[in-house]
């Protein structure tokens, strides 16, 4: 096995060197160059590669490359033809140029009729190439689809097309077909006009239709004429985007737009860092600008093709031989080895100034990558690679873009649009008043302060810019009337300014014309109405759930119930108990019937209960009556506070629909009406019916008309506003209330013209402020602290759901007066005790009284005292006594008589205790 391996390979190693032994390239390979009389810097490219080919000895070691140049008028394709014919006459082996298509037409079809290799360096948008004609410029298909990705990626909406020629169209032909793909993409096509270096009239329209996204395809040397013009009509602001197609964007001057933050961009095929590149240099130094640029594409390209076919004949040396021929453009013969020749040059593969040449089996130049430049400051930076695989594909991260944003900021003074609006942009308050002329001197921030004014500061500390305030004319926030744009969003549109602050909704058709941030603040439509007045309050309100007659009633049952358990506890047996002397003893007296059925009413129970099955029944329906009533009771009271907190004859927005005494309606111009003419819900479309059809109109001219309609009309007429000012104005207006919740729900946000390069950076601004409760606190100092704030809640407006002390005042009322009663009785029943007394003892009922409070109101008296019930029974019994001697104070002496008395005789002798004097018998 090994020997069968080691014979073949001495058979090639011995084929090779026979090969090389007989044949060989000729010792001077002759170039054919065409190129016209503007062609002087390709002409030169051309000679350095002749040179850079004899100069490199890892290639055609043993053959010279010359090079035969004709020139011809660049209008005279006829010269150009016949100029060719001379020089292929002894022979050539390759034809490099020309660069005018009309030119191009005539070489090609000389060599495919010669076989003669045709090395091509210009643009030509074709899909069958040549027979002999290969091309090392990209293929225009390719970089229409680069412009084409980049568009896509970039997610503009539309742009307007700026070319110089037809053929500039047939180069962007992937980019023109793009809307039918990527769907909302408007283009708009404009030729730059012919026969003149002054576009300004065509730039006028540009600017006057507010497009800011522009694609430029114009010979190079127009790009910084077109630029300057521009310039001068202020089409290179902040907000203006230029894809120019040109692959040279890298070596325009852009030194007199240092200080304009306009985007250029443009793709790149030449990377000057590459080492193809750095070693050209280095044998020649770049000495040229612009198109004499050595690294211009078009002389780059040139020298790629001399390269290339070198490269293609050092393949071919190595393995067969080529003879040079003589030529005739009149005998038409073909030279011999074209095809040979053809073949290797097809199968490069060369590294070159323009990178990596490959041809593909049509023979195109279609494997290449692009740098896609973006201006930064005064030059061009490489930020993106595209590939016809990957598109284009950023190099920069999102954050380093942003970064970049924020860095543009820092050295701009950004012109902010606003208006004034409580409590968003409010006029200061001066005291003492200032005079109109110190006011003039002011500052806007010196003048006006607000929500916004502090919004923009807190931003400006965030994001680090600087910026200028002044007020849009008319004070209009922005809406679209007669196909144009009003108001702020107008200037934004203009860009006559760069941040628009107020209270502005992010709404879709306002999408469509300016850039939102964040919203800072989320809101809705709400429903603003007066208060209704409530009616005096009334002491004994705590009575109302109940009706009169149901008070009458309860009171007659209660009533009722307690004298017919004293009836029938006085004639049930069973309720009777035995005292111990020989009687019985009840204790349903009238009064403790009355406290049985008093305590069970009130739930508080009793200490006396019913014995008998009887009283029982009567005991266990009146406390089932009781359940009920107090139920009841304690039910419609909840419902009669609720419902007189609810006074208002509608609560929502169904509630307006339903009805016509209240009319409704909202600012003229703004996005509440804008929500009501574009609701898909019934009710919201019958509400904007009836406004629309409303005679008088119920439209005002603001938000200020709308809230003095609705106070004037007192309870006939609501308005509909966005709920943030709502709480602003009932906060400070304290016969205002909301209605209901909210119909929708949006937020505000800042406006920025459309596709600024700001938006993110300031959008990422006022999230970290909301994240820090900046928004929030600033929210709470000009809605509840400033200019009135919080001045309903001190006078009670906040209490809407606690009762006053002025409707509870009856029950105060009863406490009191049960209070006085109960001490009247007290007095009543100490008097009724203290009177025998008093009269026994000759004392004073005042001065037992007196004495009795004393005791009463003294804290150290302790809680024993005589126990009057005695005192009274011992004060009953020398009452008695005090009578009987009274009545007969000599039989009460003498009880048996005198001595010596017959008649006390007579009783002595009829009682044994005691002795009998002088007794005879």
Not at 598 to 626: E, H, N, Y
Not at 883 to 897: C, D, I, P, Q, V
Request: with cysteine.
């Amino acid at each position: 096995m090994m020997t069968v391996s080691l014979r073949m390979l001495l058979i090639a190693w011995g084929t090779i060197a026979c090969l090389q032994s007989v044949s060989s390239l000729p010792e001077v390979i002759k170039l054919a160059g065409l190129f016209d009389t503007n062609s002087a810097s390709q002409e030169a490219s051309f000679l350095r590669a002749v040179d850079a080919v004899n100069d490199d000895r890892t290639i055609l070691t043993k053959s010279l490359v010359s090079a035969d140049v004709g020139r011809y008028p660049a209008d005279d394709s006829f010269k150009a033809s016949k100029k060719l014919c001379e020089i292929i006459q002894p022979g050539v082996s390759a034809v490099f140029g020309p660069t005018t298509e009309a030119a191009c037409h005539h070489v090609q079809a000389l060599s495919d009729t010669l076989h003669v290799p045709f090395m091509q360096s210009k643009y030509a948008y074709i899909f069958k190439r040549a027979d002999f004609s290969i091309s090392v410029h990209p293929h225009p298909s390719l970089l229409s689809k680069a412009f084409a990705d980049f568009v896509r990626k970039s997610n503009w909406r539309s742009l307007i097309v700026l070319y110089e020629t037809e053929d500039g169209l047939v180069k962007l032909q992937e980019l023109l077909k793009l809307p039918k793909t990527f769907h909302g993409l408007k283009i708009t096509l404009r030729q730059l006009t012919p026969d003149t270096l002054d576009y300004r009239p065509l730039l006028k329209e540009i600017k006057k239709s507010e497009e800011t996204r522009i694609v430029l395809d114009c010979d190079y040397d127009k790009i910084a004429l077109i630029l300057a013009q521009a310039d001068e009509l202020s089409l290179l602001t902040d907000y203006h985007n230029y894809l120019v197609t040109s692959l040279d964007v890298d070596k325009i001057n852009l030194d007199a737009y240092v200080h304009h933050n306009v985007n250029i961009t443009g793709f790149r095929l030449i990377d000057p860092d590459s080492s193809a590149v750095h070693q050209y240099l280095k044998k020649f130094p770049n000495a040229g600008e612009g198109k004499e640029n050595y690294l211009f594409t078009e002389n780059a390209l040139v020298h790629d093709a001399v390269r290339v076919y070198a490269k293609a004949l050092n393949d071919l040396d190595s393995l067969q031989e080529m003879e040079i021929q003589p030529l005739s453009c009149d005998a038409g013969a073909a030279w011999e080895d074209g095809e040979k020749v053809l073949g290797y040059i097809k199968e490069v593969e060369y590294v070159g100034l323009s990178g990596e040449i490959k041809f593909d089996s049509e023979g195109f130049r279609t494997k290449f990558p692009l740098d896609l430049m973006e201006k930064v400051r005064n030059r061009l930076k490489k930020t993106a690679v595209w590939t016809e695989a990957g598109g284009v594909n950023y190099t920069l991260t999102a954050t380093e873009m942003i970064g970049q944003a924020v860095m543009k900021l820092q050295n701009k003074t950004l012109r902010i649009t606003t208006t004034g609006n409580d409590p968003y942009v409010m006029k200061k308050i001066f005291d003492p008043p200032v005079s109109p002329e110190a006011l003039q001197r002011m500052s806007f921030e010196e003048k006006y302060e607000g929500f916004c004014v502090d919004l923009i500061k807190e931003l400006s500390k965030e994001v680090k810019f600087k910026y200028k305030f002044y007020l849009v004319e008319g004070g209009g926030y922005g809406s679209f009337k007669n196909g144009r744009w009003t108001g702020m969003i107008a200037d934004l549109r203009a860009q006559k300014a760069d941040l628009a602050v107020i209270d502005m909704s992010i709404t879709s058709i306002r999408q469509t014309a300016v850039d939102f941030t964040m919203p800072y603040m989320s809101t809705g439509v709400g429903i603003l109405y007066k208060k209704k007045i409530p009616p005096p309050p009334n002491p004994f309100s705590f009575l109302q759930p109940l009706s009169i007659e149901v008070w009458i009633y309860t009171t007659t049952a209660y009533l009722g119930v307690s004298i017919v358990l004293f009836l029938l506890a006085r004639i049930s047996p069973y309720e009777w108990e035995d005292d111990g002397e020989g009687s019985a003893t009840n204790q349903w007296t009238i009064s403790n019937a009355l406290w049985f059925g008093i305590g069970s009413f009130l739930c508080q129970g009793c200490d006396i209960l019913p014995k008998t099955i009887s009283t029982r029944t009567v005991a266990i329906m009146w406390w089932f009556f009781t359940l009920i009533m107090m139920s009841s009771y304690t039910a419609n009271l909840a419902a009669f506070l609720t419902a007189s907190k609810m006074s208002s004859p509608v609560n929502s927005a169904e509630d307006l629909s339903k009805q016509t005494k209240i009319k409704f309606g909202t600012y003229c111009c703004g996005s509440t009406n804008s929500f009501f003419r574009g609701s898909t819900i019934p009710t919201y479309q019958k509400l904007n019916a009836f406004m629309e059809s409303a005679k008088p109109s119920v439209y005002t001219s603001g938000n200020s008309a709308g809230i003095d309609r609705v106070r004037k009309e007192d309870g006939l007429y609501a308005f509909f506003m966005e709920a943030a000012a709502i709480e602003y104005h009932i906060e400070r207006k304290c016969d205002l209330k909301q209605l209901g919740g909210l119909l929708d729900s949006k937020g505000y946000g800042i406006a920025l013209p459309k596709d600024s390069p700001y938006t993110q950076a300031i959008s990422q601004g006022v999230i970290r402020l909301i994240e820090k409760g900046v928004v929030t606190r600033l929210k709470k100092k000009w809605w509840e602290e400033q200019r009135g704030g919080g001045s309903c809640k001190s006078l009670g407006g906040g209490g809407g759901d606690q009762m006053s002390v002025a409707a509870l005042a009856g029950l105060y009322m009863m406490l009191i007066g049960g209070m006085v009663i109960a001490t009247m009785i007290a007095i009543c029943e100490f008097t009724w005790r203290k009177r025998k007394l008093a009269v026994d003892e000759n004392t004073s009922v005042w001065l037992e009284m007196w004495e009795e409070l004393k005791f009463a109101i003294n804290p150290f008296a302790g809680d024993t005292k005589a126990n009057p019930m005695a005192c009274d029974s011992q004060s009953a019994s020398r009452a008695s006594s005090k009578a009987m001697l009274s009545k007969s104070t000599a039989e009460s002496l003498h009880k048996y008589g005198q001595i010596g008395d017959e008649l006390s005789l007579t009783k002595a002798r009829k009682d044994s205790v005691y002795e009998r004097f002088n007794d005879q018998s």
